[in-house]
């Protein structure tokens, strides 16, 4: 969030915890929600221009995920892949993704970016996608070569 801010955006975090919102509430609206355990915080058609998800899986939430996102929208979601259960924790294989999986779950958006394996510092393997859901309407395009 405090990227996020830095860079001129509006942020919203969600957490289960109190004191993480505490220390995130410095840089946006934050919103205390079990979103394991209770329904979704943000009403249909929220339409974030970025869903930002780092070292959390929680798969039942990948629609949420989609859905939240406004046309043109960016995902950025890190989190560990198979292999990190070699290195020591997160282990256990429910919060692992399996290889390709977040290409699988978000294959409704356009790949920008993707990565799926070991990173050494710090030691750890990942998966990550950069993706954007797609738009009917693109405000800005590329620049005519030639005039018509």
């Known amino acids: 969030m405090r990227y996020l801010q830095d860079l001129g955006h509006h942020a919203t975090g969600v957490d289960r915890s109190p004191q993480a919102l505490e220390t995130a509430a410095a840089f946006g609206h934050t919103v205390l929600a079990d979103i394991e355990a209770g329904p979704w915080p943000f009403p249909d058609g929220s339409n974030f221009d970025a869903v930002v ?8 939430l990948f629609p949420s995920i989609f859905n939240s996102l406004a046309a043109g929208g960016v995902l950025i979601y890190e989190t560990f892949a198979t292999g990190q259960e070699t290195l020591g924790k997160p282990s256990n294989p429910d ?13 409704g958006l356009r790949v920008v970016a993707y990565e799926d394996g070991f990173l050494d510092t710090p030691a750890r393997f990942v998966q990550r996608v950069a993706a954007v859901k797609p738009s009917d309407v693109y405000t800005v395009g590329p620049p005519a070569r030639y005039s018509l």
Not at 53 to 60: F, H, K, M, S
Not at 95 to 107: D, K, M, N, R, V
């Open 95 to 107: 919060f692992l993704l399996q290889t390709g999986e977040l290409l699988q779950a978000f294959s």
């Open 53 to 60: 998800v780092t070292n959390y899986l929680w798969r039942p």
